[in-house]
């Protein structure tokens, strides 16, 4: 399988990221692929059905007790939720409606956005946005931990702790690492988001508010399908900065686990990304993949050689806006 990596810094590296010279061999040999690019005309139906699936929940657990409220939240709630953010991933790619309708994306994406609980998608587009272009780069891909996460979580129960507070770092590292000045979607977003929640709680009181809050937090943090957020970038062999994850849980998660297919063609959607695989099955059949999200945590958790260090870093220049 190869090297594993040591703890104690990032791996810095002083190449390009593959997947831009990958997408230009893939497309070269196989052209068909630019046809999978486009919008999905069934996502926005799907996360329609997700979304008002979770208004429906509000109103059954308004009168259910406190244990019963964070228990749906975390078995149920929170995997529509965390599967909601993911599909918002999906449509910050504009493959809800395409490119040449940009801001119909947007506005669809608020509306994924409001099981959640908490204004994300806006803020999310824009970061995310430089985690593809500056894939590792320092200081400008905050999906990258900072120095004090690598050197303070270093230990199992650090490390258990950090993956618990995941959705904590992944809001506030943006505002230290990158910040930038708020839009006025990411104020348009707080605005829904908050009317919405206010509703709810005039509608139906607290316990459904912390239904859809609580079922966020907890399942973004220590739970099955957050391990994506590990497997997806950590470098668990020494060389591999991006890792794919072909198993069941993609069908929760819009195939964000097809993930080295994702950042070479990030315009293709989840849905058809399987469909790269298997055209250009020789550029990834023989890469490293994980074959379990809760393996991944598992290794995460107790593995020394793996921590929030075992990222890759690189220095890059700023692209010019166009």
């Not at 953010?85 to 801001?103: E, M, P, R």
Request: proline content about 6%.
């Amino acid at each position: 399988m190869g090297n594993r990596v040591t703890r104690g810094d990032f791996e810095w590296v002083y190449t390009e990221q593959p997947h831009t010279q990958r997408r230009k061999e893939i497309l070269a040999k196989y052209p068909k692929i630019k046809a999978l690019m486009g919008p999905d005309p069934h996502l926005k139906w799907i996360v329609s059905g997700m979304v008002f699936m979770q208004f429906l929940a509000c109103y059954l657990v308004k009168d259910l007790s406190w244990k019963w409220i964070f228990f749906w939240a975390y078995a149920f709630g929170g995997c529509v939720n965390h599967s909601l953010t993911l599909a918002i991933h999906d449509i910050s790619h504009n493959v809800a409606f395409g490119n040449k309708q940009a801001k119909w994306n947007r506005w669809f994406a608020v509306f994924a956005n409001l099981p959640v609980g908490v204004p994300y998608s806006a803020s999310f587009k824009k970061y995310h946005i430089d985690h593809h272009r500056y894939l590792g780069g320092d200081s400008l891909d905050v999906d990258i931990p900072t120095d004090f996460e690598g050197w303070f979580f270093c230990t199992p129960l650090r490390k258990l702790l950090w993956l618990f507070l995941q959705p904590l770092f992944y809001s506030l590292r943006p505002l230290y690492v990158n910040p930038k000045a708020i839009t006025q979607m990411e104020i348009f977003n707080a605005l829904v988001q908050f009317s919405v929640d206010f509703i709810i709680f005039y509608l139906w009181g607290l316990k459904p508010i912390v239904y859809l809050i609580a079922g966020t937090i907890l399942c973004m943090g220590l739970h099955p399908i957050s391990g994506h957020f590990i497997a997806e970038h950590y470098m668990f062999l020494k060389g591999y900065e991006t890792y794919s994850y072909y198993g069941p849980l993609n069908w929760l998660t819009f195939n964000v686990g097809y993930h080295m297919e994702h950042h070479d063609f990030p315009s293709i959607p989840g849905s058809k990304l399987p469909m790269v695989k298997k055209i250009a099955a020789e550029y990834y059949d023989n890469l490293p993949y994980h074959q379990s999200w809760i393996r991944v945590l598992w290794d995460f958790v107790f593995d020394d050689s793996i921590g929030p260090y075992s990222r890759v870093k690189r220095k890059c220049k700023l692209a010019k806006e166009s």
